[in-house]
Structure formats: C-alpha cells, structure tokens
C-alpha cells in the first residue's frame, strides 16, 4: 500500500521549533516533487513549502519565508519541514503530499497526501 506519514507535530510556545518528517511506503518517490501544505480551522488548504526531485530547488508561501526549511533525503523517502520562529497563527493540520515535476503551489497539482499531523502553537 502507498502511503506517506507525518509526524512530528505537537503543542509548542511561541518562539519555539518542531520538525515535522513524512515518510512515504509502498514505492519509490525520489524522482517526484514533494511540498508541504497546511489547513487551519474555517480556512482552506494554504501552500507551505515545496522541494524538487534533487533538492536543490525550493519555494515557500509568503507567511513562513525565513523561518521554515523544507529538505529531503531520498535515500530515506522522507521529506522534512524545519519550522522555527513559529506564531500562533502557524497552528493548523500540516499535510506532505507528493506530485509529479511539475508540481508547485496548488494543492490539486499533487496525487497523493498524508493523514496530517496537528501543529499548535500557543502564545
């Protein structure tokens, strides 16, 4: 069975950091773009990150531009998203989810997505 799995999310202060990882099972997805997306309550899927196939190429939304890092190991199938600095409002469901390429900041681009893990930031 594909499928990717988030983890590391929890409850942390203002001002602090968690790394979240996906893992993906079931296939290889090296060659595939992966991104990161989040929802909070009453609000639509909002783009986070994005990272190409090699690594070397990444985007990120306006709202976490210089405090959150996106990076890959292939080698594990995992994607990871560094989040420091975070603000209450960074609190929602934070979803990975993996496209083909061409994939970027639109959520329809990708074909398959984790269950979320819940990110909770308090002031």
């Known amino acids: 069975q594909v499928q990717l799995v988030e983890s590391g999310g929890g409850l942390v202060q203002a001002g602090g950091s968690l790394r979240l990882s996906c893992a993906a099972s079931?296939?290889?997805?090296?060659?595939?773009?992966k991104g990161w997306f989040r929802q909070a309550p009453g609000k639509e899927r909002e783009f986070v990150a994005v990272i190409r196939r090699n690594g070397g190429s990444t985007a990120y939304g306006d709202s976490v531009k210089g405090r959150f890092t996106i990076s890959r190991d292939n080698a594990k199938n995992t994607v990871y998203l560094q989040m420091n600095s975070l603000k209450p409002e960074d609190t929602a469901v934070y979803y990975c989810?993996?496209?083909?390429?061409?994939?970027?900041?639109?959520?329809?681009?990708?074909?398959?997505w984790g269950q979320g893990t819940q990110v909770t930031v308090s002031s």
């Open positions: 079931g296939r290889t997805f090296s060659t595939y773009t």
């Open positions: 989810a993996v496209g083909p390429s061409y994939s970027g900041t639109s959520s329809h681009e990708y074909d398959l």
